[in-house]
């Protein structure tokens, strides 16, 4: 079983719409949670990360954690056509002297409707 | 500030092959790693250094796949003898030091490999 999990595996919202996604893991030893989004033909690039339990916010995206569940949601408010990529949650685990180590979900696909 | 910069963007090899990928991580950031992410999958930690050492490359098939990184700024990342399910993008990604758990992953565009 894959240790981040997110759902739904795709969305489709119009413009101007709210969209939910949803990642869950399975090992406490992750403590902090990144989201990244990855359009067609690039990389991977990291919109924000969460560590407390609660909401940021950060412009038109808000993060969620709840630690005790180890559910982490992204909401993006009023999406844009331009919003439409493959989202990924990521969970960290730190290991001293070494660096994070960023494990990745299988991704949801968000595609906006003009 | 140039961002990462992995090199070639495409490859296409016959089973059997050899093939080395390239990495020029951002200047000062001492944390490199290889990915590779299948098609519509998300992406999946080969192995990764701090500066010159290998940190982590327990999930680096070890018997076709090699990397280096001997300075401690440039990275290739080798596979032998390529196998159709090597197809896949392989993402490069570099950090800045000091930055604890919460370290952000600059990535690469990436190369994509296709193994006929």
């Known amino acids: 079983q894959q240790k981040v999990q997110q759902s739904p595996e795709s969305l489709s919202v119009p413009e101007g719409g709210m969209a939910s996604l949803n990642c869950t893991s399975s090992?406490?030893?992750?403590?902090y949670f990144w989201w990244y989004r990855q359009h067609s033909g690039e990389g991977p690039k990291a919109l924000m990360s969460i560590f407390s339990d609660g909401d940021k916010k950060e412009g038109r995206f808000t993060a969620h954690l709840n630690k005790a569940s180890l559910h982490v949601s992204l909401h993006i408010r009023d999406s844009q056509p331009s919003d439409s990529a493959l989202y990924f949650c990521?969970?960290?685990?730190?290991?001293?002297?070494?660096?994070?180590?960023?494990?990745f979900g299988g991704g949801t696909r968000l595609t906006v409707r003009p | 500030e140039a961002g990462v910069t992995q090199s070639p963007r495409y490859a296409v090899l016959q089973e059997g092959q050899a093939v080395s990928f390239w990495c020029d991580p951002i200047?000062?950031?001492?944390?490199l790693y290889w990915y590779q992410q299948p098609r519509d999958q998300g992406p999946q930690l080969l192995v990764y250094f701090r500066d010159e050492a290998v940190i982590d490359n327990s999930q680096l098939p070890s018997d076709r796949f090699s990397a280096v990184r001997p300075k401690g700024t440039n990275s290739t990342l080798k596979i032998q003898s390529a196998k159709q399910g090597d197809t896949a993008t392989y993402l490069c990604?570099?950090?800045?030091?000091?930055?604890?758990?919460?370290?952000?992953?600059?990535f690469g565009h990436g190369t994509k490999l296709s193994v006929l």
């Open positions: 200047s000062g950031h001492d944390t």
């Open positions: 990604a570099s950090s800045f030091p000091g930055t604890g758990m919460n370290e952000r992953l600059f």
């Open positions: 090992d406490r030893n992750f403590q």
């Open positions: 990521a969970a960290s685990e730190w290991r001293n002297n070494a660096g994070a180590k960023l494990t």
